[in-house]
């Protein structure tokens, strides 16, 4: 399974990008999608994610100025970031988790799939 993560680019503080993540390549189950981000020098952090029954949960950070979405028949994941503060700079990845079916146990496992990030940068 391929994550590819696409929409970054350079925007003033107080202007809006939109985020978009598409998993491709063999069927699967995706269950859970999410938004992280690693800004320099700091941990990759959760940003949103939401689960298949379109429930959602953000980072306080983010909340009421931030929203994810997803496509279920894409395979696909959104996130629309407004009113954007120049601390959002950061690396943002996409990360899908799959339902797989072991073979020779016939058990289900969750497997987590990352893509690429695509860069943020909010000038102030």
């Known amino acids: 399974v391929q994550l590819q993560a696409s929409g970054g680019g350079l925007v003033e503080a107080g202007g809006s990008l939109r985020l978009s993540c598409v998993a491709s390549?063999?069927?699967?189950?995706?269950?859970?999608m999410a938004w992280y981000r690693q800004a320099p020098g700091k941990q990759r952090r959760l940003v949103a994610g939401?689960?298949?029954?379109?429930?959602?949960n953000y980072a306080d950070s983010v909340q009421g100025r931030f929203s994810i979405s997803r496509d279920n028949a894409k395979n696909a994941a959104y996130l629309q970031m407004n009113s954007l503060k120049p601390e959002d700079t950061a690396v943002y990845h996409c990360?899908?988790?799959?339902?797989?079916?072991?073979?020779?146990?016939?058990?289900?496992?969750?497997?987590?799939?990352w893509g690429k990030g695509t860069l943020v940068t909010v000038s102030s």
């Open positions: 939401i689960n298949n029954s379109g429930g959602t």
């Open positions: 990360n899908a988790a799959s339902r797989e079916l072991d073979a020779g146990s016939q058990r289900y496992y969750a497997q987590n799939h």
């Open positions: 390549g063999r069927p699967v189950n995706i269950t859970n």
